[in-house]
Nanobody, 112 residues
Framework: QVQLVESGGGLVQPGGSLRLSCVAS????????MNWVRQAPGKGVAGVAF????????SYADSVKGRFTISRDNTKNMLYLQMNNLKPEDTAVHYC?????WGQGTQVTVSS
């Protein structure tokens, strides 16, 4: 079955950086579009970034454009999210997503 395992979250000060990783298994990763989504405290799930199966196409939520970069390594079944210039409003559980499948999430907390 599909398994997605995220890592890389943590506590960081405003302006700091984090790199999230997601290891995928149980499906053909190299032919699957992938997403990063997140859920802030008391809010619903929101899309953060999208990457096409081959990595050629990406898109971002307006709130993270210019600060976050999504990437993938199809040789390793890995998905990444480089997050720079983090803001308190980025505080959320971040999830790797493929279709209707999600990982357990990784907490990102931005606070001074």
């Amino acid at each position: 079955q599909v398994q997605l395992v995220e890592s890389g979250g943590g506590l960081v000060q405003p302006g700091g950086s984090l790199r999230l990783s997601c290891v995928a298994s149980g499906f053909t990763f190299s032919t699957s579009d992938m997403n990063w989504v997140r859920q802030a405290p008391g809010k619903g799930v929101a899309g953060v970034a999208f990457i096409s199966s081959g990595g050629k196409y990406t898109s971002y939520a307006d709130s993270v454009k210019g600060r976050f970069t999504i990437s993938r390594d199809n040789t390793k079944n890995m998905l990444y999210l480089q997050m720079n210039n983090l803001k308190p409003e980025d505080t959320a559980v971040h999830y790797c997503n493929q279709g209707f499948s999600w990982g357990q999430g990784t907490q990102v907390t931005v606070s001074s």
